[in-house]
Structure formats: C-alpha cells, structure tokens
C-alpha cells in the first residue's frame, strides 16, 4: 500500500531534480552575461529557497511561481526565513526576477506570466517593505 507521504515525498523528489536542472542552466546564463561568481551564488541561493522551500513544499514546480510570488515575499518569507530583512526582500525579488527572464528565454513560462511577475515586484515591493518593518516591531518590541 502506498502512503500519502510516499507519494508527496515523490513528487517532491521530482520537483527538486528538474529544479537542479533549471538552476543550472541558470547558473550558465548567468555566467554568459558577466555576472561575478558572487553576485551568482546570491541568486542562485536566493532562487533555490523560492523554488525549493517555497514551492516545492507546496509540490509547485517553476512554471507555477510567477504568481506565487506576492505569498512569498510579502508574508511567508518575512515570517519562516530568520534572516528576512527589507534587504533580503529587494534581492530576493531580483533574483527572482533574473531567474525568471532565464525561464522565458528557455519558453518555461509565457511572456504574460513574466510581465505579472515584475508587475507584481513593482507595485507590492512598498508593501512588502512595509510588512517587513511592521513584523520587525512586533518582533522587537520587547527588546527596546
């Protein structure tokens, strides 16, 4: 008899193998437009927390996290990532951004979904910033 968990566990599986295989084609676009090796392990670091904890927990593969996006850094991020901070949410939304322009190039996602997305960026970013600092007071308030 086969478990639920078996099953989402598989899935799973199958999300982080073809994640490796987008994340590493991303690496080389990256690479092909000069961008230092530092600068690429950001992204990619920042990249592989959206598509792998973010999505992936929820069994979303890449072609899904267009709209997924305003979940991620204007609510999940600030409260499950220890590190979030109003810098983190700005290059978080960067990488993703680049990533994503890799996936249209690749026709993973529709230039339509591409164009949600940076819209998205653009018009919530203020209000992400503003949950983060709003999370940071309440995270803090005790401490000052």
């Known amino acids: 008899m086969v478990y639920r968990d078996e099953i989402r566990e598989t899935r799973q599986n199958?999300?982080?193998?073809?994640?490796?295989?987008?994340?590493?084609?991303?690496?080389?676009?990256?690479l092909d437009k000069g961008l230092s090796e530092k600068t690429i392990r950001t992204h990619v670091k920042n990249v592989e927390f959206y598509i792998n904890d973010f999505l992936g927990y929820d069994l979303?593969?890449?072609?899904?996290?267009?709209?997924?996006?305003?979940?991620?850094?204007?609510?999940?991020?600030?409260r499950k990532a220890s590190w979030s901070s109003c810098a983190h949410i700005k290059s978080y939304a960067v990488s993703i951004k680049k990533f994503?322009?890799?996936?249209?190039?690749?026709?993973?996602?529709?230039q339509e979904d591409y164009d949600d997305l940076c819209e998205t960026v653009k018009e919530n970013m203020p209000?992400?910033?503003?949950?983060?600092?709003r999370?940071?007071?309440?995270?803090f308030q005790d401490y000052y």
């Open 127 to 133: 209000v992400w910033l503003q949950e983060m600092r």
């Open 60 to 78: 979303l593969d890449v072609s899904q996290g267009c709209h997924r996006i305003h979940g991620f850094l204007g609510n999940w991020f600030i």
């Open 100 to 110: 994503y322009a890799y996936l249209l190039e690749k026709n993973v996602v529709t």
């Open 14 to 30: 199958e999300i982080y193998k073809e994640n490796e295989t987008h994340l590493a084609g991303f690496v080389q676009w990256l």
């Open 135 to 139: 999370y940071e007071e309440w995270l």
